[in-house]
């Protein structure tokens, strides 16, 4: 699958030489020469790199980079600024509104261009342990999200999220349809933060079928519900017709036993922690919510609870 690449720049001719060059690269492209349509471009098409324009009339490239990262279904995304300037209070302001690195225009080869921006991408992806599949922080982005959380001394919930009957699923279907399971799962997600109105909460992918939110306590179970009804609705439409008929398929359970599985759908494990009460770790807020799917799972899955399940 080619990268996608979002290029935001208001000089016409600019766009138009990244453009030709990045595509006969094998890069899939998109361009737009208006900030704040291009704020709009980056949520709608999720690219996996923006190349960003730093002088623009109706918004700076500064400000439009910390629109990318303050907002939750973008701060993912890698910004490289686009700038005339060389000049290093230029590239402090612009690592310090969260740019992923820096390309000054005058210096640019554009023969280059393409291993450059695949390097980037690799150094990026290697460093913040993303996961290449939905573009999501990964383990070690999660640690600190939740020390962080731990450190700042308030309430904050972690729903662990697993999908439901996925390995039968992968071994009928096969991997590529699992990964189009796995990001729907992903976009769900973020869909689920959306609805309840929430701008910084963090999305994380664990790996393979395991994913992470953390966040508000006091929404965390409407993003929960939400994300568990929106998967169930969706699940039968990754089915042929006639496993759709049934209602599921027939697979192999961990254990070997051949066995009828339902739709996918997924578990939301929540558990609500408030450090300024209790010292707590990251290892015992895991084992709490692996007790609570646990729970949940043994019930029949597709559903989502926190302390309530273990008694």
Known sequence: ???????????????????????????????????????????????????????????????????????????????????????????????????????????????????????????????????????????????????????????????????????PFNDRYGFAQGDKVILLVAETLRNAVSAAGMKNEFIGHIGGDDFIIVGDPYKMRSIAQFAVNAVKNNAPKFYSDEDKKRGGIEGLDRQGIKRFFPFFGITVAVVDIDPSRANVTPDQIADIASKIKGKLKSAGGNAFGGYETLF
Request: hydrophobic share 40%; with cysteine.
């Open 1 to 167: 699958m080619a990268e996608k690449i979002l290029i935001i720049d208001d000089e016409v001719n600019n766009l138009d030489v990244l453009q030709a060059r990045l595509r006969a690269n094998n890069f899939d492209v998109l361009t737009c020469d208006d900030p704040i349509a291009g704020l709009k471009i980056a949520k709608a098409e999720n690219p996996d790199l923006i190349l960003l324009d730093v002088n623009m009339p109706q918004m700076s490239g500064f400000d439009v980079c910390k629109k990318i990262k303050g907002d939750f279904s973008t701060s993912h995304i890698p910004v490289v600024l686009l700038t005339c300037m060389d000049d290093v209070s230029y590239k402090v302001e612009g690592f310090e509104g969260g740019a992923d690195d820096y390309m000054v225009k005058d210096q640019i080869d554009y023969r280059e261009i393409a291993v450059r921006i695949r390097s980037i991408l690799r150094r990026l992806r290697s460093s913040r342990s993303a996961s290449p599949l939905t573009g999501l922080p990964g383990n070690d982005d999660i640690m600190q999200k939740i020390n962080a959380a731990i450190d700042a001394k308030k309430p904050f919930s972690v729903a662990y999220i697993d999908i439901d009957n996925f390995k």
